[in-house]
């Protein structure tokens, strides 16, 4: 029998393939202490209106995610964005979604459209980091002091030469006093980063080209959605955001990467592939021992001691003694 939540997730994930008999939908209200399989029918029947009943199965797991969520993310902002997107969840099998919201939590990120997103391919709820998550991970590294990424329009000034020192080497300005229509489509994705240290990163720069081919090669979220016909993968629907996406992920090549980044670009890639994502999150233990570390961080931080700036101190010359002479005679004074 499974004994851990990732054994439990993978068998439910593998049940979920295997033919079962037809269950009775019941109301939402009469869900919340069934099974997962009977929550799934009443979403099916009730056209997904049962938004409370899900997260009251989810309130089941709440220690797990407790545990998974960082000290630093709310537990409430998380569930209140969870919240808003399970409407358009609805027809995804309760094992994907418990799935995708743990590898969610375990990162670190809340699911609000910016740093994550939680979407639905068939039945299945698949855990999508957008850009701004992982330029949140790369700010937590403590290694990378700023990250810049956008994209470069045909109205744009600019100018890139790999050869010249950084930070001439290239150079944006863009024409934001233009209206949108007159600056043109976009030509180019870039990404690049300052590190704590002062040193800039190399910057990576991306033509459309470059990004259909990414997308072609490595996408089997856009090769599905293309042989179904549907074309609602992110590369057919928000191509832009890919586009920048495909160039900050290749800055991770020139710039070195946390444990955490590895993890998040892994779990990305297996949820393009239709595989299961948490097996690539931080476990709890981790996540505890990241926390652990960081609060260590910044109490030592707190008890190094203040330098305090001196006044240079005024040179006095030594007082010489006297002579013996002049105590001889000072001596004699005192006894008249």
């Known amino acids: 029998m499974p004994s851990t939540l990732k054994d439990r997730v993978r068998a439910a994930t593998v049940e979920a393939d295997a033919p079962k008999p037809k269950l009775v939908a019941r109301r939402a209200e009469t869900v919340d202490g069934g099974t997962a399989e009977e929550l799934h029918a ?23 995610f407790t545990k998974s969520l960082p000290s630093h993310v709310d537990t409430g902002a998380f569930f209140a964005a969870v919240r808003a997107i399970l409407p358009g969840l609805a027809p995804c099998t309760p094992a994907s979604l418990l799935q995708a919201l743990l590898t969610c939590a375990r990162f670190g990120l809340v699911p609000d459209g910016r740093h994550a997103i939680i979407k639905r391919e068939g039945k299945l709820a698949v855990f999508v980091p957008m850009y701004q998550g992982y330029v949140e991970l790369m700010y937590r590294s403590g290694r990378v002091g700023s990250v810049h990424v956008g994209l470069i329009y045909e109205g744009d000034e600019w100018n890139y030469e790999p050869t010249a020192p950084a930070p001439l080497d290239f150079t944006h300005k863009p024409a934001v006093e233009k209206p949108r229509a007159e600056r043109g489509a976009p030509i180019l994705a870039y990404a690049f980063c300052w590190m704590t240290s002062g040193a800039r990163s190399q910057v990576v720069v991306l033509s459309r080209e470059d990004a259909e081919e990414i997308r072609d090669e490595y996408s089997q979220a856009y090769r599905r959605a293309q042989e179904s016909g549907k074309c609602n993968s992110f590369w057919h629907t928000d191509f832009d955001a890919m586009w920048t996406k495909s160039a900050l992920r290749r800055l991770h090549k020139v710039v070195p990467m946390s444990a955490e980044l590895v993890q998040l670009a892994k779990a990305d890639d297996a949820g393009d592939a239709g595989q299961t994502q948490v097996l690539h999150a931080p476990d709890e233990d981790a996540q505890a021992l990241a926390d652990a570390t960081t609060a260590h961080k910044a109490a030592e931080g707190s008890q190094e001691p ?11 010359q030594p007082r010489r003694s006297a002579s013996r002479k002049a105590r001889r005679q000072n001596g004699k004074g005192r006894r008249r």
């Open 306 to 316: 203040q330098r305090v700036a001196t006044l240079p101190r005024k040179r006095v």
């Open 42 to 64: 009443a979403e099916q029947a009730e056209g997904g209106e049962t938004t409370d009943a899900v997260l009251a199965w989810l309130e089941r797991y709440s220690s797990h």
